[in-house]
Every structure is written in structure tokens, then in C-alpha cells.
């Protein structure tokens, strides 16, 4: 049993990329089905820091924080929606190993900064862990106008509220865990994107439109145990 856990999610960027749906079909656990939005898949880049990360039970204020990079799409299982991570680059050897172990998620340790400038955030990370393919990612992203809730079939609720993600464990076997926090309340955002090489790190083409982009943020979660899917 792995433990359920607790965290808030700090400085968001969500930045989102159209992709043909087989490209992302061919890359995924088998049982788990590409969701569209306007006949597309989505890749999102999304960096950012946990905060005050601690098994569900402890109080806050005594957890640790762990700056993230991660790219994910957006998958279902008999109509269960949720996300599916490709690569989550974390600070932190013994938050990724964890992860890894506990979780069955794709981390890898990286190098990350996250800096609040007078020109937005600034966020740079570089993989350091032992074997994988390279990936850097350096972006400056700076929050503008007022906050907003993204209506329920709007594209930033597709790309955003999301309350379940997918992985699969070494044998094969489907998991998942549930997680719970409040509605996202949403900017958008100016955003420079100075370095990028997550798609060709996991495999894909890198695309050549420009992403569409909000900014949270941030939200308090908790998560379930990752369990087997039924």
C-alpha cells in the first residue's frame, strides 16, 4: 500500500500543444484512451513547485518543497478521465526515488530553479539523472489580467481539471490515484519559452505552433494510495 499524501501546487504554467491523437495513442499503457478537445490531443508542459509535500496525515508546515517539470496528456479508462504522465523532472533525489518506487511515476532528478524577477518567473531545469535522455526546459512566464474559473467545456477546463492520473508499473499493470483540491482559478499569461527539449526527450516531434497557455496559482491537494485498477 502506498501512502496518500499532501502537497500545494505553487506558480503553474500550463502550456499546451495540439498533437495528432494517434501520435499520443501509439505512446500509451494499453487500457488507457486518448481524450480530445476540438479533434485534437494535447501535450502540456507544465513546471512549477510543490509545496509543503508530507504523507496526508501530518499537519502543514512541516513538509518539504520539490520544484517539478512535467509533460503529460490528457486519457481515460471506461469514461474515468484523467492525466498521463510521459516525464516528471523533480529536485530532490529522495522525492524522485520515492516517487518511483511508491508511486510508479517517471521521475528523474533534475537540476530546477524557480526565481519570482521583476519580468514574471523565472523556471530552468536540467536532467541529471543517471542514463536518461537529456532534457532542458528555461521559460519566464509572468501572470496578466484578472482570474477566472474556466467554464466546464471550455479548453482550460479540459487541459485543467483533472482529478485522476494513470500510470502503468513494471509488469505492465494499470494504476491510478484520485486526487482532490478546489476548482483552479486561472490567468492567462505572457510566456517566453527559451528552451524546450521534453518532446524530443520522450520521443516525439516537437511541435511548431505556439502553445496556449494559462497560469494558476496554485491549489492545496491531497492524494489518494496509487492502487491497481480494478
Known amino acids: 500500500m502506498v501512502l ?21 495513442a501509439a505512446r500509451l499503457p ?8 476540438d479533434d485534437r490531443a494535447w501535450l502540456s508542459v507544465v513546471p512549477y513547485v510543490n509545496v509543503d509535500v508530507r504523507p496526508r496525515w501530518v499537519p502543514s ?3 518539504f518543497e520539490l520544484p517539478e517539470l512535467n509533460l503529460r496528456t490528457y486519457v481515460s ?3 474515468e478521465p484523467g492525466v498521463y504522465f510521459f516525464s516528471l523532472d523533480a529536485e530532490g533525489v529522495l522525492g524522485v526515488v520515492g516517487a518511483r518506487l511508491f508511486h510508479r511515476l517517471p521521475y528523474y532528478h533534475a537540476d530546477i530553479e524557480l526565481h519570482l524577477t ?7 531545469s536540467e536532467r541529471r539523472h543517471p542514463g536518461a535522455a537529456p532534457a532542458s526546459f528555461a521559460a519566464t512566464y509572468d501572470p496578466v489580467g484578472d482570474a477566472f474559473v474556466p467554464e466546464p467545456d471550455s479548453l482550460a477546463a479540459f487541459l485543467t ?3 485522476r492520473y494513470y500510470t502503468a508499473a513494471r509488469d505492465g499493470t494499470l494504476r491510478y490515484a484520485d486526487i482532490d483540491h ?10 517566453d519559452i527559451e528552451t524546450n527539449t521534453l518532446f524530443a526527450a520522450n ?3 516537437t511541435p511548431t505552433a505556439s502553445p496556449i497557455c494559462y497560469y494558476g496559482d496554485g491549489v492545496d491537494i491531497t492524494s489518494s494510495r496509487n492502487r491497481r485498477w480494478r
Do not use: Q
Open 4 to 24: 496518500p499524501i499532501a502537497m500545494g501546487w505553487r506558480h503553474l504554467l500550463f502550456a499546451n500543444w495540439p498533437v495528432d491523437p494517434a501520435v499520443v
Open 30 to 37: 494499453d487500457g488507457l484512451v486518448v481524450e480530445t478537445y
Open 61 to 63: 508546515g512541516v513538509g
Open 77 to 79: 479508462r471506461d469514461g
Open 118 to 124: 521583476d519580468h514574471g518567473i523565472a523556471f530552468t
Open 161 to 163: 481539471e483533472r482529478y
Open 182 to 191: 478546489e476548482p483552479w482559478s486561472l490567468r492567462e499569461v505572457a510566456v
Open 203 to 205: 520521443g516525439f516531434e
